[in-house]
């Protein structure tokens, strides 16, 4: 690696410096310094992120990493084998895909809070559809899971400045949430 070799050859040439004149401190101290500072650029980023984009960057890998792939499914064997959907979606993931972010605000201006959160969540579609080809996966099924969340909560919006107020409102809001999966297909039954 070129970049630790200088950064080594730098450090080595530096310590032979002060060895050979014992008197120049100054010059040790400026190239230990030098080797430090050069360092701390390698290690700091150079633009720095605000935490609006920084929370925005964390929410996206949150999503892909648990929402962005669809699970495909090992076949059911059975006549007794259950068929009907199995992960409701949780708490988290109701909140997260609520339409208005009313987390935050600016400090002392306008904040929103939400207070008093209650969520039902319901299943309104459990289908599941014949068996067919789908490219990258083979021959599956694809089993329908759609569930309709409301979810009650308190919203609270205060502001400290130009004006003193605080106004809470009983707000109710619905979420259509799918969670669709591919079950693969099994072989044709074997005779027994």
């Keep these: ?10 450090f080595v040439f530096a310590a032979a410096l002060s060895s050979l004149t014992p008197g120049c401190l100054l010059v040790r ?6 080797f430090a500072f050069s360092m701390f650029w390698k290690t700091t980023p150079v633009i720095p992120v605000s935490a609006y984009f920084s929370q925005e960057i964390e929410d996206t890998y949150w999503e ?8 495909i ?6 006549e007794n084998a259950p068929l009907f959907c199995l992960d409701p979606p949780s708490k988290d993931e109701v909140m997260r895909s609520l339409p208005d972010k009313a987390q935050g605000g600016f400090a002392f201006l306008s904040e929103t809070f939400r207070d008093n959160v209650r969520i039902v969540i319901e299943p309104i579609v459990d289908r599941l559809d014949e068996c067919r ?21 308190d919203k ?37």
């Excluded at 101290?29 to 030098?34: D, P, R, V, W, Y």
């Excluded at 892909?64 to 699970?71: L, S």
């Design 1 to 10: 690696m070129p970049g630790i070799r200088s950064r080594v050859l730098l």
């Design 73 to 78: 499914l090992d076949p059911v064997e059975g």
């Design 29 to 34: 101290h400026g190239f230990q310094n030098a």
């Design 133 to 153: 080809f789908y490219p990258l996966v083979g021959p599956a099924r694809l089993h329908h899971c759609h569930y309709k969340c409301t979810v009650y909560y």
């Design 156 to 192: 609270t919006i205060r502001s400290t400045w130009p004006v003193p107020f605080t106004h809470t409102d009983q707000t109710t809001d619905v979420v259509y949430i799918d969670h669709d999966h591919l079950i693969r297909c099994a072989g044709p039954a074997t005779p027994r």
């Design 64 to 71: 892909e990493e648990r929402y962005g792939k669809v699970p």
